[in-house]
């Protein structure tokens, strides 16, 4: 068997996006791919419980695998696409990170109890 390199990138020719439409492009496949972790870590701990829920599992199974259709049919000269996932990425994350800012404070709470008991010797 004869091992002859091929140069594959000769044939592609040049890209018709800027390098900005490129950036952004790669930046939303990094949301798309962040939304469905996002669903990932409900699944996982669904399924972990004593009684899953199938019906909400399969709904987010179901989100998953809109946000891959969306991520599959977008191209980087699709501006109004990519900021219209962007966006909807956003604020599904971020409503993910106001949950967790949540669960910080109350372990904050927590600490701050602690810290209270020791100052008053207790």
Avoid: C
Wanted: glycine share 6%; no cysteine.
């Amino acid at each position: 068997m004869v091992n002859v390199a091929v140069n594959v990138l000769a044939e592609l020719g040049k890209a018709t996006w800027t390098t900005p439409r490129a950036v952004g492009y790669e930046t939303v496949l990094e949301g798309v791919r962040q939304s469905i972790g996002f669903y990932t870590q409900f699944i996982a701990t669904e399924e972990q419980s004593d009684e899953p829920d199938t019906d909400t599992i399969e709904l987010w199974r179901a989100e998953q695998l809109a946000w891959a259709k969306r991520a599959q049919d977008l191209t980087p000269l699709d501006t109004s696409a990519t900021e219209s996932i962007r966006h909807d990425a956003d604020n599904l994350l971020a409503a993910g990170d106001d949950d967790d800012d949540d669960e910080e404070d109350d372990e904050d709470d927590e600490d701050s109890d602690d810290e209270d008991d020791d100052a008053q010797g207790g």
